[in-house]
Antibody
Framework: QVQLVDSGGGVVQPGESLRLSCAASGFTFSHYGMHWVRQAPGKGLEWLAFIRFDGSDKQYADSVKGRFTISRDNSKNTLYLQMNSLRTADTAVYYC??????????WGQGSLVTVSS | DIVMTQSPDSLAVSLGERASINCKSSQSIFHNTYDKDYLGWYQQKPGQPPRVLIYWASTRESGVPDRFSGSGSGTDFTLTISSLQAEDVAVYYCQQYYSFPYTFGQGTRLEIK
């Protein structure tokens, strides 16, 4: 079945970096655009980044532009989110999501990132 | 950026009764070329990722019970649950995917009265 598995979360200090991964299976990964979305504790959903199916177009939310980088390796069926200069406000559960295009039809289970000194 | 505003923030409805959640966008999210409203509705239960219920404002996702329906166009949209079941307790979000940055409503918490 179609599945996305998020990994790479953890506890880091402010200013440090972390890379999240999202392993895809059950569909032709290289045919679909992908997104990252996060959810701070007790808060709503915040869209972060998009990458086109072939990696030729990337979009970012202003809150992460210049600090986070979305990328993909279609040979490994894996999506990435490189997060640099992390702040306490970046503490959240991070989800990858597949787009059809348009809406998000499949979501990963989420990966918790905690930024704390 | 397109701002999505949901109402109410929380809602308590009796089992078997109708529940309606509204979503308003700060500008039209109807795409004339494709004749579609670029709006989705998601359900999120505690400890779980969101799940899409409705897309293109009114198309029900495969496997979603037919008590869930979406309506509206342009800037005003509604998610309706025709007969509330216990398993529908969740937070519901609308989302526009008309233009970047994609944006979500703040969420509506639905509870049983």
């Amino acid at each position: 079945q179609v599945q996305l598995v998020d990994s790479g979360g953890g506890v880091v200090q402010p200013g440090e970096s972390l890379r999240l991964s999202c392993a895809a299976s059950g569909f032709t990964f290289s045919h679909y655009g992908m997104h990252w979305v996060r959810q701070a504790p007790g808060k709503g959903l915040e869209w972060l980044a998009f990458i086109r199916f072939d990696g030729s177009d990337k979009q970012y939310a202003d809150s992460v532009k210049g600090r986070f980088t979305i990328s993909r390796d279609n040979s490994k069926n894996t999506l990435y989110l490189q997060m640099n200069s992390l702040r306490t406000a970046d503490t959240a559960v991070y989800y990858c999501a597949k787009t059809t295009p348009g809406h998000f039809d499949t979501w990963g289970q989420g990966s918790l990132v905690t930024v704390s000194s | 950026d397109i701002v999505m505003t949901q109402s109410p923030d929380s809602l308590a409805v009796s089992l078997g009764e109708r529940a309606s959640i509204n979503c308003k966008s700060s500008q039209s999210i109807f795409h004339n070329t494709y004749d579609k409203d670029y709006l989705g509705w998601y359900q999120q239960k505690p400890g779980q990722p969101p799940r899409v219920l409705i897309y293109w404002a009114s198309t029900r996702e495969s496997g979603v019970p037919d008590r869930f329906s979406g309506s509206g166009s342009g800037t005003d949209f509604t998610l309706t649950i025709s007969s509330l079941q216990a398993e529908d307790v969740a937070v519901y979000y609308c989302q526009q995917y008309y233009s970047f940055p994609y944006t979500f409503g703040q969420g509506t918490r639905l509870e049983i009265k």
